[in-house]
């Protein structure tokens, strides 16, 4: 196999078969295991890859989100709801929610368990207008 024959194999992965690069990794190793392990050759074959596109999440006009929090009846649910989207909560900060982490004086929410442990104190915001 010759460096333009293993290239010319990954670009039709990539277009013709439209795989993703973590999907066409797997055939990357395979080929490299089959090159170190069975041939005992060294594999130094450079393999040009896509970038992973950037997805942009679809978000909720305000309307949609005012008709999804208050379609939900159950009062504990309902104040789940707006306090996640008022404070911008990750659904995680959400459930590890206790009352002693309001502080209503400065009107702050203290999230202990946020991700990566970045976010500790999240300004209450205005709900109502929802």
């Known amino acids: ?10 670009l039709y992965l990539v277009k013709e078969r439209q795989l993703a690069w973590a999907s ?5 190793n395979a080929i490299r295991f089959l090159f170190i392990q069975v041939l005992q ?3 130094d074959i450079p393999i040009v890859h896509p970038k992973r596109k950037q ?7 305000r309307s949609e989100v005012g008709r999804l929090i208050n379609s939900c009846s159950n009062l ?11 404070c911008r909560l990750r659904v995680s900060e959400l459930i590890n929610l206790k009352i002693r982490h309001i502080d209503g004086e400065r009107q702050l929410l203290r999230v202990q368990q946020g991700k990566g442990a970045t976010r500790d104190l999240i300004g209450a915001l205005a709900v109502n207008h929802v």
């Not at 066409?24 to 990357?28: A, F």
């Not at 997805?55 to 006009?61: A, N, S």
């Open 24 to 28: 066409c990794r797997l055939y990357l």
């Open 76 to 86: 504990k649910h309902h104040t789940m709801l707006l306090t996640c989207y008022g």
């Open 41 to 43: 050759q060294p594999f």
């Open 55 to 61: 997805q942009i999440p679809e978000l909720l006009t």
């Open 1 to 10: 196999m010759s460096v333009e024959q293993i290239q010319a194999y990954f």
